[in-house]
């Protein structure tokens, strides 16, 4: 009793001193948000050019020390944006904060004490600001899942030793050295990481992004990404970069109005608030896996993409104890090798959806947080979003954040409000569930599918803890042992994914 007490009470420490803590591209705008600036700077028409990213491991540059307008929080890449999505998130000049929401003192912004939501154009960087919610409510160890046969939750919290956080992880280490054997037997496409994973920065690989499959740099997607739910007016509703002390805000939200959504979770955040996961899974949302650090995945190696991704699937695991089977790239930035070394780990891509002529559904709530925009130049982004979605034939997937108050403000303020009211009537649902794969499909431990033979059929199961042995095997739940079905099956789709292997096996 003393051991596990004791136990508990290091996560509990863990939680405490971690909680305040965000990756290195989103502290540099905590620390904005605590400071307020008296002008405006009026923009500047030439972007300076991009930097390249620092080694693994290295500490971000300091910042300049000319006061310059805070950066934006994550946000996808595209053909048209110079500056780089990189590990340091360089960002340009050119953003500005409307100085009438300004604040005009220095110091953190005010603490808001009222309960309502802001209206649209007051909702922006240095607006007065809620106390993060406790999470609602507990699960103890071996609770029962909402997924049938899943795995109970775990019998302890004992989060270990983990890679410094918002820092590529060490490629060296054993756990990477033993996740890299799922690659055996896979054919990775030999294409050259990309310089800072944007278009203006590689302009090479944007020259030839059609034949990379670089999403990036003209949206090029293969058959084995998820980029639509497939019924017309149905919206995949996703949330990243969480968990955050704001999630539980919207966790709320979704339970008041009976809706479920995908959460796109960071492995750094997962370690500072495994309580607020716990709470998503066991609410009934669907948990998918968003790197540990936010690196734009095509700048990194081979070794660093598997360590990105196996150090939030390990994450994952230890805190809920299931093994998601899809991942979301940051910035959608994602190339055939990015791809081929995700499902090779068993994980699929998840985009958002781009219209034919290049348009994203993505909210640019992130612009928000980072002082680019206003709350109501994000709603009517949304708004043009709701437009082009009518003229699909089929449904769509939206691009949102429940990292920052303000991406939470305007979700359920007002994007969440406006799409369940429209007219004609959308239908809301998690990604999974609106690409109607079973939801036990979802994570490697419940998956029954046997129809979509991804994995390298040699070894038998994942080594999710990396450490030497086999620990998961498809659709396992509770026993990876006795488990008849094998490991040969990528764990979700069904004849989608397995056109899409054929023709993936043709392009690469």
Partial sequence: MKLHALAILSVLQLVVVQADRLNPRHH????????????????????????????????????????????????PSSPSNTTPPGPTDSVSTTSTITTATTPTTTGPPPLDTGTTIHPLANITLGMPTKAPLPVTATWGPGATPPISGAPVLPSALVLGSWPVQDKVPDTNSPEVRAWMKELDGWHIPDLAPTFDGSCGGDPAAAADARNRGWWTCGGWTRDTDIVACPDKLTWGVSFDDGPSGYTQVLLNYLKDKD?????????????????????????????????????????????????????????????????PTTMRPPYG????????????????????????????????????????????DSFNTFQQI??????????????????????????????????????????????GECSNFPASNLYLETNQNTTFPYRNQTSGGVDVTGDGTVDTKSGSGSDPVNVAAGYANLPVMSSLALAGAAILSLVL
């Fill in 259 to 323: 809706l479920s959504a995908t959460f796109f979770v960071v492995g750094s955040r997962v370690i500072e608030r495994p309580a607020v996961l716990i709470e998503e899974y066991m609410s009934g949302h669907e948990i998918s896996v968003h790197t540990w650090s936010h690196r734009a995945l095509t700048t990194l190696t081979n070794e660093q993409v598997v360590a990105e991704l196996g150090w939030t699937r390990k994450a994952i695991k230890t805190v809920i104890g299931v093994t």
């Fill in 28 to 75: 540099n705008l905590n620390v904005k948000r605590q400071l307020s600036s008296t002008t405006a700077a009026a923009p500047d028409p030439t972007p300076p050019p991009p930097a390249p990213p620092p080694p693994p491991g290295a500490q971000p540059p300091p910042p300049p020390v000319a006061q310059p307008p805070p950066p934006a929080p994550p946000g």
């Fill in 386 to 431: 709701l437009n082009n979605a009518t003229a699909l034939e089929t449904g769509f997937i939206v691009l949102q954040h429940d990292l920052f108050e303000i991406t939470v403000d305007l979700a359920v303020g007002y994007t969440l409000d406006a799409a369940l009211n429209h007219q004609p009537k959308l239908d809301l649902k998690p990604i």
């Fill in 333 to 376: 930035d994602i190339d055939d090798r990015v791809r081929a070394i995700a499902l090779a780990m068993g994980m699929v891509p998840i985009m958002w959806t781009r219209t034919p002529d290049g348009g994203k559904f993505d909210t640019n709530d992130w612009r928000v947080a980072g002082g680019i925009v206003n709350g109501t």
